[in-house]
Antibody, heavy 114, light 107 residues
Framework: QVQLQQSGAELVKPGSSVKISCKAS????????MHWIKQQPGNGLEWIGW????????KYNQKFNGKATLTADKSSSTAYMQLSSLTSEDSAVYFC???????WGQGTLVTVSS | DIQMTQSPASLSASLEEIVTITCQAS??????LAWYQQKPGKSPQLLIY???SLADGVPSRFSGSRSGTQYSLKISRLQVEDPGIYYC?????????FGAGTKLELK
């Protein structure tokens, strides 16, 4: 069965960067777009972008250009999202999802605080 | 960007009651509409895809429909496990966009 296992919660300082992961299993990693979604506390869902692990192609929501960088490691079937120049506005739960959002990871909480 | 206007923002209903949630797309998205249920501390769970197709394992009391650019999720007989936040998602064109959510509670 499809499983997306995300890395654990992160507490990071303003101005720093963080890299969170999403390890995939149960399907061919290189055959499906991996999407990333942001959910701020008490707020709705916002699409960040996708990466196609087969060739590394990416597409970003313009709002997250320069904020998020998506990569993928085919050898470990793991997708990554790096968030840079963090502010309090980046404090959120981040999800990975595949299959046109049919399958989701459990989410990674990122808290930006000094 | 395609805007998804979801209503109502919140809803309180009794057991066995019929519940309907709607999403209005700002432009044609064909059948590229999905519905999700999210419970506290969990990831969204797919209920409906392709506007009307029931996802695997989802009870048949959930159904989706489309009229032009308006999409609806119907719960035919509300059950105790159905409260949560419901979201629509347009997967027609990037940036993919979600509705603001409907918080469903039991009366």
């Amino acid at each position: 069965q499809v499983q997306l296992q995300q890395s654990g919660a992160e507490l990071v300082k303003p101005g720093s960067s963080v890299k969170i992961s999403c390890k995939a299993s149960g399907y061919t990693f290189t055959s499906y777009d991996m999407h990333w979604i942001k959910q701020q506390p008490g707020n709705g869902l916002e699409w960040i972008g996708w990466i196609y692990p087969g060739n590394g192609n990416t597409k970003y929501n313009q709002k997250f250009n320069g904020k998020a960088t998506l990569t993928a490691d085919k050898s470990s079937s793991t997708a990554y999202m790096q968030l840079s120049s963090l502010t309090s506005e980046d404090s959120a739960v981040y999800f990975c999802a595949i299959g046109k959002f049919a399958y989701w990871g459990q989410g990674t909480l990122v808290t930006v605080s000094s | 960007d395609i805007q998804m206007t979801q209503s109502p923002a919140s809803l309180s209903a009794s057991l066995e009651e019929i519940v309907t949630i709607t999403c209005q797309a700002s432009q044609d998205i064909g059948n590229w509409l999905a519905w999700y249920q999210q419970k506290p501390g969990k990831s969204p769970q797919l209920l409906i895809y392709g506007a009307t197709s029931l996802a695997d394992g989802v009870p048949s009391r959930f159904s989706g429909s489309r009229s032009g650019t308006q999409y609806s999720l119907k719960i035919s007989r509300l059950q105790v496990e159905d409260p949560g936040i419901y979201y629509c998602l347009q997967g027609y064109s990037a940036p993919y966009t979600f509705g603001a959510g409907t918080k469903l509670e039991l009366k």
